[in-house]
């Protein structure tokens, strides 16, 4: 493995670019199938979501952490998350703001990373194919105009 296939699983770890940064360095530098950068960066990018989860974990064992949510906790949350994560705000936020925020967002509002790791990683999944399709279709398209 070379340090280019490492670059490409470490960028799509990455919390800001990710995916984004990732695909088009697999597809169009280092010549990966597209099939290879769909299967492989929802899983690098969900990489985040157990990161952020076993980070928290690590923090909900000193008391100080628990006091300090517990002070900043409002109503108005409890309220807006009573229903739990649901499957489409996860889906549609995890890549605007990033499946690590989603995850710590979603731990503070007590809800463990099984409940969102569904659509987390579908979400990871339909960027990645976007971002692939792109990729492929986009040289081509230019070529034939050229």
Do not use: H
């Not at 984004?20 to 010549?31: M, Y």
């Not at 099939?35 to 064992?61: C, F, I, K, M, N």
């Not at 807006?80 to 967002?105: D, H, K, S």
């Amino acid at each position: 493995m070379s340090w280019l296939d490492w670059s490409y699983a470490f960028l799509a770890f990455q919390p800001f670019g990710g995916l984004l940064v990732a695909i088009p360095l697999g597809i169009l530098k280092l010549g990966y199938p597209w099939w290879v950068t769909v299967l492989t960066g929802p899983p690098l990018a969900y990489l985040q979501v157990v990161v952020v989860d076993g980070l928290w974990s690590l923090l909900e064992r000193w008391p100080w952490f628990l006091a300090t949510l517990e002070r900043g906790r409002s109503p108005r949350i409890e309220r807006l998350l009573a229903g739990g994560a649901g499957f489409w705000a996860t889906f549609a936020t995890a890549p605007l703001v990033g499946p690590w925020a989603v995850m710590a967002f979603l731990r503070y509002a007590r809800i463990p990373q099984r409940r969102a790791a569904l659509p987390i990683l579908l979400a990871m999944l339909t960027v990645s194919v976007a971002i692939t399709a792109v990729c492929v279709l986009a040289p081509s398209a230019f070529a034939a105009k050229g």
